[in-house]
């Protein structure tokens, strides 16, 4: 961040002096001329325990931009700065100026490399080597490849220019644009090497795969970010395509984000193998092979509000940009939208892919047979040839909801391919154009989806099973065919007006049609706000950056020097002068003192991106253990209404000294805690701590929390108070963010919490709450994955609240409800609940109410889940002791024994998938519907059993629905 030093002195270390100057004048900022009021702050620097003399530091306003952005700007390596000279001037070569500016910031510790709007040209290259395990017969060597990069982005820097929303400038690409002039025909422009891979998912299996060793444009490394800018290929010509080389590149590590960007003609666009943690959000792109390529991503890859269109380059208003006709005549003869491999729960929502030959390929890996499975939330595929084809998906399969698939004339909305044999499930889908699937086993399913515009059959189904629940088809006949090899057709009402028109070639199929206003209920919610419309930031542009004693380098010290006192005074200075940023350069801090961001303040780092603890930037530590009172105490960062934190990452060090051990944790408060609405946490990382986030406390209405991540020995977020209208978006806590330290240590403990936290964690509580949005968060290892309880504080109970795209992985309980009242419902979507063998005798997906017939959850109360997968080693399934529990749409990959044990409440289970054999008669609990007392019922309707259905209802309760009684023809609804 560009200042203007007004005087230096010398100080002993640690001696800090503030004085209020009101200075009115021109500053030069980043090439802008700004008026303002400034604060002058002294502050000593101390650096690795060195003294130094003391930096004057000005209040100053964030970088200004030509176009709206949703935080405000802070930098200090702006390319066009004389100290690395880059230019946006016709015929300049960019590259070295970029990869200067980029180096001084990784050498720095890590941040925000700035670009002003303009176009800036990259002619050149540099060679690098990949060392990739290949094949030698049977056995391994390490072989050097060479490929071409033109810019390499170190851990911990970011990339940032000046963007234009192509969406709202009709379509114009504007601001910030790098022109590659470079790789045109490269013959390298999409290499691979057969090579070998061990597979840690699977105790370290040794897989044979293909390893990328491809030209690129950008190298993204672990913890990196290309944010607001455009990136345009000049050279490409409409009507003699050439390959290039992969625009955006993730070779591996952890967290790579692309927000932001527009890709105006990439060949390949953004590609990310082997990996975990890519985030890919609010980007537009044309791309003429493939737009989005991911392979072998383990927990989580995140793609969000992704539009692949020809329009993008058609529109762009750029120099030799094509007609939208023939742009899109060429993708769609030749171009996939987004090619998922192997991904563990790829979060994908609001992709948008129109006039491509394949919307979205999901299949297997190249060289063995692991295959994604994932969440798709309103993705939708438009005038595509194929808007999905499923070659292969893994056993925990597909959770498809509120979606379109439309296939361009004489395409298919949906194709399966001969390898799949597993689960996929559509949930308020509307399909346009046939389904057609050549699979060789496995159940689709599809419940509340529309069919339309199919000229012979709707559904064409040569193999496995189907189960239609609830669903329309737009014309009269032309509804299903079934081949010869299709095992179950189970449909309830279904059809055009209650009419099901089906052609039987099978040779055996089982089919159930059952039509009745008995089997009718809810469908799945449509319309739901997913993010919040405008960003929480600081209430002035504002910034104040605060040179404080830190610990820096890439070597393995902590700070010494506690902070707290410094930092308070420097937040205090931006209140009184009307608010703004208190911003911290890159380094490792020490807070030993809780610390309050008044209202309107923004405490901020050097991440304008999601983190991991391994990509270093801006730490603070803190010994804090809440004093005299405990674990009882204040929080160590309170944020007063309307305050914030962005883009730093928090460690306990005493999480497991002086008496405390991995296997028991120093019991301290919460790390952070909100007082009053609208505070604010994004991009925060934890270390290794005891208590996240805390939002019961107080009333923290319209909070805001996106992206915490990080690894919590009891509690990750917990929210209640009367809150209302709040987000939690994209939490990630997994252990490993304390067992992945960054290059030289950096002074991070090395915690591993797993086992503690699968027996003590309750990683996202939520009491007495209203509106509240949950997307697209995960865990893994906690003991509760979702809890919902009775508010200690307000005595109310959690209300109407719905859950998008949930992941607890390594739970013992993943979803849990404690207390509720008849006015609870919570309502969740596209579910991924999964427990592995922790040390808990008894585990379960779902977990209603703590003992059998408990009071403290109501009958009425109702937990909805649409759209779920179910896996790992349960003991039970779902436990249901009070309550009303509707399972529309599960995958039951391991079901538990029983896999349904009804103790005391009211479950209703649709159009569900029980995958595991029950090897013998119904017995005891090998079976899948199991009821413990004659005053409960169970439910079960248009269910597919592999090993036919079993239940045990020994104590004459009532197990009812579709799948007990007889088939009969009713009278349409």
């Known amino acids: 961040m560009h200042t203007e030093t007004i005087s230096k002195t010398d100080s002993p270390k640690g001696y800090i002096s503030m004085m209020n100057f009101r200075i009115t004048g021109s500053i030069s900022l980043l090439g802008k001329i700004s008026t303002i009021a400034v604060i002058a702050i002294f502050i000593a620097n101390v650096a690795n325990a060195q003294t130094t003399p003391i930096k004057q530091e000005v209040s100053q306003r964030s970088i200004k931009t030509i176009y709206p952005?949703?935080?405000?700007?802070?930098?200090?390596?702006?390319?066009?700065?004389?100290?690395?000279?880059?230019?946006a001037k016709r015929g300049f070569d960019n590259r070295a100026a970029f990869q200067a500016a980029i180096d001084a910031a990784y050498k720095s510790g890590g941040g925000v490399v700035y670009i002003p709007a303009g176009n800036y040209e990259f002619r050149s290259t540099q060679s690098a080597t990949s060392k990739v395990r290949v094949r030698k017969g049977a056995e391994e060597v390490m072989k050097d490849f060479e490929h071409q990069y033109v810019l390499n982005l170190p851990s911990s820097v970011q990339l940032r220019g000046d963007w234009a929303n192509p969406e709202l400038n009709n379509g114009k690409v504007l601001g910030t644009i790098l022109e590659v002039r470079v790789g045109k025909d490269a013959p390298n422009y999409n290499g691979t090497v057969e090579s070998w891979w061990n597979d840690a998912q699977a105790n370290n299996a040794l897989r044979t795969t293909y390893t990328s060793i491809a030209d690129r444009f950008i190298d993204m490394n672990s913890g990196t970010g290309v944010t607001n800018l455009s990136i345009w290929y000049p050279e490409q010509d409409i009507n003699n395509i050439k390959p290039y080389p992969w625009t955006l590149f993730q070779p591996g590590g952890d967290c790579a984000t692309i927000e932001n960007v527009t890709l105006v003609n990439s060949y390949n666009g953004f590609y990310s193998a082997p990996s975990e943690l890519h985030y890919l959000l609010n980007s537009y792109m044309t791309a003429l092979s493939t737009g989005i390529e991911v392979h072998v991503c383990t927990d989580i890859g995140r793609i969000e509000n992704v539009k692949v269109d020809p329009k993008y380059w058609a529109n762009s208003g750029l120099p030799g940009s094509p007609s939208l006709a023939k742009a899109a005549a060429y993708t769609r003869t030749n171009a996939t939208g987004f090619n998922m491999h192997r991904s563990d729960w790829e979060?994908?929502?609001?992709?948008?892919?129109?006039?491509?030959?394949?919307?979205?390929?999901?299949?297997?890996?190249?060289?063995?047979?692991?295959?994604?499975?994932?969440?798709?939330?309103?993705?939708?595929?438009?005038?595509?040839?194929?808007?999905?084809?499923?070659?292969?998906?893994?056993?925990?399969?597909?959770?498809?909801?509120?979606?379109?698939?439309?296939?361009?004339?004489?395409?298919?909305?949906?194709?399966?391919?001969?390898d799949f044999k597993t689960s996929v499930q559509f949930n308020g889908v509307d399909f346009t154009g046939p389904i057609v699937s050549d699979g060789s086993d496995g159940v689709v399913s599809f419940e509340n989806c529309t069919f339309s515009n199919y000229s012979e059959y709707a559904l064409k189904i040569n193999n496995g099973n189907v189960l239609l629940t609830q669903s329309v088809f737009k014309k009269p006949l032309g509804h299903v065919f079934l081949g010869s090899d299709v095992n179950t057709l189970k449909s309830v009402n279904s059809g055009y007006n209650g009419k099901l028109e089906i052609k039987n070639n099978s040779k055996s199929a089982k089919v159930d049609v059952n039509n009745s206003k008995s089997y009718l209920f809810d469908p799945i919610p449509k319309n739901i706000v997913t993010d919040i419309k405008v960003?929480?930031?600081?209430?002035?542009?504002?910034?104040?950056?605060?040179?404080?004693?830190?610990?820096?380098?890439?070597?393995?010290?902590?700070?010494?020097?506690?902070?707290?006192?410094?930092l308070q005074h420097a937040l205090n200075e931006v209140k009184v002068a009307g608010g703004g940023t208190v911003y911290l350069p890159a380094g490792r801090y020490l807070l030993n003192s809780p610390i309050k961001v008044p209202p309107g303040v923004e405490l901020r780092g050097t991440w304008d991106v999601q983190h991991h603890t391994q990509s270093g930037g801006v730490g603070i530590f803190t010994n804090y253990a809440g004093g005299a009172n405990g674990e009882k105490g204040a929080s160590l960062i309170q944020?007063?209404?309307?305050?914030?934190?962005?883009?730093?990452?928090?460690?306990?060090?005493?999480?497991?000294t002086d008496g405390s051990s991995i296997e028991n944790p120093r019991r301290t408060p919460f790390l952070i805690q909100g007082q009053g609405p609208g505070v604010y946490i994004v991009n925060v990382t934890v270390g290794g701590g005891d208590k996240g986030i805390d939002l019961a406390s107080y009333n923290t209405s319209k909070h805001y929390v996106d992206y915490f991540g990080g690894v919590l020995a009891r509690a990750g977020i917990w929210v209640g108070g009367g809150a209302e209208g709040g987000f939690i978006r994209n939490m990630q806590l997994n252990p490993h963010y304390g067992s992945r330290l960054p290059q030289g240590g950096q002074g991070y403990p090395r915690v591993s919490l797993t086992r503690f936290i699968q027996s003590n964690c309750s990683a996202l509580k939520f009491a007495d709450i209203k509106n509240q949005t949950i997307f697209n968060n995960f865990v893994f290892g906690s003991f509760y994955g979702l809890h919902f309880l009775k508010d200690s504080i307000t005595g109310k109970y959690p209300g109407e609240m719905t859950v998008v795209g949930h992941g607890s992985d390594g739970c013992s309980y993943s979803l849990f409800v404690e207390d509720a009242d008849k006015n609870t419902k919570i309502v969740a979507i596209n579910s991924e609940l999964v427990n592995t063998r922790t040390?808990?005798?008894?585990?379960?997906?779902?977990?209603?109410?703590?003992?059998?017939?408990?009071?403290?959850?109501?009958?009425?109360?109702?937990?909805?889940?649409?759209?779920?997968?179910?896996?790992?080693?349960?003991?039970?399934?779902?436990?249901?002791?009070s309550g009303t529990v509707r399972l529309q749409q599960a995958n039951f990959q391991r079901s538990g024994a029983p896999?349904?044990?009804?103790?005391?409440?009211?479950?209703?289970?649709?159009?569900?998938?029980?995958?595991?054999?029950?090897?013998?008669?119904?017995s005891g609990d090998n079976v899948y519907a199991k009821l413990h007392s004659s005053e409960v019922s169970t439910e079960l309707t248009n269910n597919y059993y592999i090993s036919g259905f079993k239940e045990n209802n020994a104590k004459q309760g009532k197990i009812y629905g579709s799948d007990i009684v007889p088939v009969k023809k009713e009278k349409p609804l």
């Open 69 to 87: 952005t949703k935080d405000w700007v802070v930098s200090d390596f702006v390319v066009t700065d004389e100290r690395f000279g880059a230019k």
């Open 347 to 418: 979060y994908v929502s609001k992709l948008y892919v129109s006039d491509y030959k394949t919307g979205t390929w999901v299949g297997k890996e190249p060289g063995f047979a692991d295959a994604p499975n994932a969440q798709f939330y309103e993705i939708h595929m438009k005038n595509c040839d194929t808007g999905i084809y499923v070659q292969a998906v893994n056993p925990y399969g597909l959770l498809i909801s509120n979606s379109t698939f439309g296939a361009a004339k004489g395409g298919n909305a949906v194709y399966f391919y001969n």
């Open 535 to 566: 960003h929480p930031r600081a209430v002035s542009n504002r910034v104040l950056k605060v040179d404080l004693p830190r610990a820096t380098g890439f070597n393995n010290e902590q700070p010494t020097e506690d902070v707290s006192a410094q």
């Open 639 to 656: 944020l007063g209404a309307g305050a914030g934190i962005r883009g730093i990452t928090i460690a306990q060090l005493n999480l497991a």
């Open 839 to 881: 040390a808990e005798p008894v585990r379960s997906y779902v977990f209603m109410g703590g003992t059998a017939r408990t009071s403290k959850v109501h009958p009425d109360a109702r937990l909805i889940l649409y759209n779920t997968a179910f896996w790992g080693s349960p003991t039970v399934g779902a436990i249901i002791n």
């Open 899 to 922: 896999a349904i044990d009804n103790r005391g409440g009211k479950v209703h289970v649709y159009s569900s998938y029980f995958a595991q054999k029950m090897p013998g008669e119904a």
